[in-house]
């Protein structure tokens, strides 16, 4: 790739290549998609200091690494591989790249629920997280609520996104179980209520002064 030093992005995948390597005069490359190829290791990005979307689902690896380096990556798409047979320490990776803001780790061998404390509540910017087909969901208690709640950052997790609504019911879930949580809910149709009768007013006054 030295004959692109200038290259912005990389389209690669489908390719069966099962290494990362010839980038390293590319410092400018913002997206590489290396999807569906037979990688077995995260290398050869120690250069791609303006990466912002990289691409690596549909491999072989085991262990997120090699992008500390990487100070702009927004996104990192990761599903189905073989991650987390190690345990976390084929997470913490992850911990090294604080601009992360969406992650998708579908699929993997994720099973440790302490993932969630030791890794995930660590990603300072985390708001878009892509978790589903891990077994680690299953063991943790009332999963999509306890996410909520202990990423305060989280807009969207899974197959739908995460409401403002959501991360009150989340939260007051936390703080009191399902008795908070209806406390939360006549609160927020309270709140609604009192809302739309505000707007109905301002339409009528609206109304008399247009006549």
């Known amino acids: 790739m030295e004959l692109f030093p200038h290259l912005k992005c990389l389209y690669f995948e489908g390719n069966g290549c099962d290494e990362i390597s010839g980038l390293a005069s590319n410092p400018e490359l913002r997206c590489l998609f290396l999807h569906e190829n037979a990688i077995m290791k995260m290398e050869g990005l120690d250069n791609l200091i303006s990466l912002s979307n990289l691409n690596l689902a549909d491999n ?61 509540m660590k990603m300072p910017n985390l708001k878009v997280l892509y978790v589903q087909g891990n077994e680690f969901t299953s063991k943790i208690k009332n999963y999509r609520k306890t996410m909520i709640a202990k990423l305060p950052t989280l807009m969207y997790l899974d197959d739908r996104p995460v409401f403002a609504e959501d ?45």
Request: hydrophobic share 35%; charged share 40%; net charge neutral.
């Open 60 to 120: 072989l690896i085991t262990t997120i690494e090699g992008i500390s380096n990487c100070e702009k990556l927004d996104i990192l798409y990761l599903a189905r591989n073989r991650i987390g047979r190690n345990g976390l320490d084929d997470l913490r990776g992850l911990l090294t790249c604080p601009t992360l803001t969406t992650v998708d780790l579908q699929s993997n061998k994720i099973s440790d629920p302490e993932c969630l404390e030791e890794i995930f």
């Open 167 to 211: 991360r009150r019911h989340a939260e007051a879930f936390a703080r009191g179980g399902i008795e908070e949580e209806r406390k939360e809910r006549d609160a927020i149709n309270k709140e609604k209520a009192a809302t739309d009768e505000k707007n109905r007013m301002a339409f009528r006054d609206m109304i008399k002064k247009a006549r």
